[in-house]
T-cell receptor, first 116, second 111 residues
């Protein structure tokens, strides 16, 4: 079974530009989450989608947005890029919640975004 | 503010020894617990999930959960140089759809 696929792998953008990252989950997974990873802050939750609905959002400014399509594929968008947005952006998919438990997240290889 | 704390390390162990990685969490209602391994320049890879108090074993890995103490650990037996990586502890609350990650413990297994 194919894993989580993220495109592109690397991006270089200039301050003020906007960027769209794409994620295809594991087949059959309906939950897609996005995380930002930086050396100083570690992995921080951006948002999570299930059946095209955003169920939870992390503590990031409104410049960060996302969506999920009917085939569970997801995109995230960052507008008006800032230098501090340089990070590894990870997408993860899972089956979703199971009662009070959560099925594990499976991560893609990430998109390395550099803002200059 | 939910927090997950890990010793950043580095933790150095000789090859063949047991590596013990620890994690504490602040949200008492947390229900799901995970350990991920991340090699430098790679994405996190799931090693173990644990949901109930006690031990869960999978090959050389054993996860231990103590909800009363808000403590979860990972033991790696017969450590190998290929186990050298950063180990991330992650926690999710009941009905929560997000994981809170610790900043990771860097493990170095010395041949």
């Amino acid at each position: 079974k194919a894993g989580v696929t993220q495109t592109p792998r690397y991006l270089i953008k200039t301050r003020g530009q906007q960027v769209t990252l794409s994620c295809s989950p594991i087949s059959g997974h309906r939950s897609v989450s996005w995380y930002q990873q930086t050396p100083g802050q570690g992995l921080q939750f951006l948002f999570e989608y299930f059946s095209e609905t955003q169920r939870n959002k992390g503590n990031f400014p409104g410049r960060f947005s996302g969506r999920q399509f009917s085939n569970s594929r997801s995109e995230m968008n960052v507008s008006t890029l800032e230098l501090g947005d340089s990070a590894l952006y990870l997408c993860a998919s899972s089956l979703g919640p199971d009662g009070n438990s959560n099925s594990p997240l499976h991560f893609g290889n990430g998109t390395r975004l550099t803002v200059t | 503010q939910k927090e997950v704390e890990q010793n950043s390390g580095p933790l150095s162990v000789p090859e063949g020894a047991i590596a013990s990685l620890n994690c504490t969490y602040s949200d008492r209602v947390s229900q799901s617990f995970f350990w991920y391994r991340q090699y430098s320049g790679k994405s996190p890879e799931l090693i173990m999930s644990i949901y109930s108090n006690g031990d869960k074993e999978d090959g050389r890995f054993t996860a231990q959960l103590n909800k009363a103490s808000q403590y979860v650990s990972l033991l790696i037996r017969d450590s190998q140089p290929s186990d050298s990586a950063t180990y991330l502890c992650a926690v999710a609350g009941a009905g929560s759809y997000q994981l809170t990650f610790g900043k990771g413990t860097k493990l170095s297994v010395i041949p």
